[in-house]
């Protein structure tokens, strides 16, 4: 009933830039709290930046000074910011929801597909 659709990635070089973006859409009554992480081969999932619905962030040590985060609560749409990208940054980012449906039924946690962001010379 919902998913989260990311698109931005893609091949950068050491100090670029990317925005990566992720909305949400389907049955959503409220989204409570979008974010991202990341997955690098071989490392486990981390969290990479975290967005509550007041606008409360949270950013992984690595990536603070370098990635904001933002979002669209009204569009159930979140957004990162990447700057001063580093090789260590490459990975698949994921964007991740905790969305309350219109059924109301429950709070459910949501993940998109990824997108690959590579930092490469």
């Known amino acids: 009933q919902v998913q989260l659709v990311e698109s931005g990635g893609g091949l950068v070089q050491p100090g670029g830039s990317l925005r990566l973006s992720c909305a949400a859409s389907?049955?959503?009554?409220?989204?409570?709290?979008m974010g991202w992480y990341r997955q690098a081969p071989g490392k486990q999932r981390e969290l990479v930046a975290h967005?509550?619905?007041?606008?409360?962030?949270t950013y992984a040590d690595s990536v603070k000074g370098r990635f904001t985060i933002s979002g669209d609560n009204a569009k159930s749409t979140v957004y990162l910011q990447m700057n001063s990208l580093k090789p260590e940054d490459t990975a698949v980012y994921y964007c991740?929801?905790?969305?309350?449906?219109?059924?109301?039924?429950?709070?459910?946690?949501?993940w998109g597909q990824g997108t690959q962001v590579t930092v490469s010379s």
């Open positions: 967005r509550t619905r007041s606008g409360t962030t």
């Open positions: 991740n929801a905790d969305v309350v449906p219109e059924s109301r039924l429950s709070m459910n946690t949501y």
């Open positions: 389907g049955s959503i009554a409220s989204t409570l709290a």
